[in-house]
């Protein structure tokens, strides 16, 4: 146990190293191009991961409107981020802070620049794009399928590993622009 826990622990700071490194133009290490994943820790560990990968499509995403002051990150639904989210809070992406909303409600979306979906609320993904219908809203998921069903990046555990796809053509259609180099490390491109 012990050494799978300090394994566990060496992955999970390389992971934050390597996504650190993205963000400065870095090749990911744990991220390899090729297949665009990185090894999933379990339970809670899980979703700070995630939350990196957050920050990340943050960085490598463009908004038509970005001279808004703040970067709106919403979490929709029960948060499974928890004090990982907290901790990127006032983060810099590009020069805006990053800040984080949670809500349960619909209605609560306005002014969100990026949109978490929880698994309990993805059976709400209609209301969701209704809502932001014809703004710059960038959509991210982790539940299966949601790619298909429009959201423009989807999270995804494969086994041990966790990876995503993208929706290129709802993020056009939203006016959010995605980097080519996020692009490679995707898993699935739909056009």
Not at 63 to 77: E, K, M, Q, V
Not at 160 to 179: D, K, M, P, T, W
Request: proline share 4%; glycine share 10%.
């Amino acid at each position: 146990m012990g050494s799978r826990h300090h394994a566990f622990k060496t992955l999970r700071a390389g992971a934050s190293r390597a996504l650190a490194g993205l963000l400065c133009g870095i090749s990911l290490a744990v991220l390899p191009a090729a297949a665009g994943f990185a090894q999933a820790p379990e339970g809670d560990d899980e979703y700070s991961l995630k939350a990196a990968f957050l920050i990340n499509f943050a960085s490598f995403a463009t908004w038509p409107d970005s001279h808004r002051p703040a970067l709106h990150l919403c979490i929709y639904g029960e948060d499974p981020f928890g004090a990982h989210l907290d901790a990127l809070e006032q983060r810099t992406v590009g020069t805006r802070p990053l800040q984080i909303r949670r809500t349960l409600r619909v209605d609560g979306l306005g002014g969100c620049d990026m949109v978490f979906i929880t698994r309990s609320m993805i059976g709400n993904l209609n209301r969701v794009q209704d809502r932001i219908d014809g703004l710059p809203v960038l959509t991210i998921a982790d539940s299966p399928g949601a790619m298909q069903r429009g959201v423009m990046l989807n999270i995804e555990t494969l086994g041990n590993r966790i990876g995503f796809s993208v929706n290129l053509a709802a993020a056009r259609n939203h006016g959010v622009g995605l980097s080519a180099r996020l692009l490679k490390l995707a898993s699935e491109i739909q056009q």
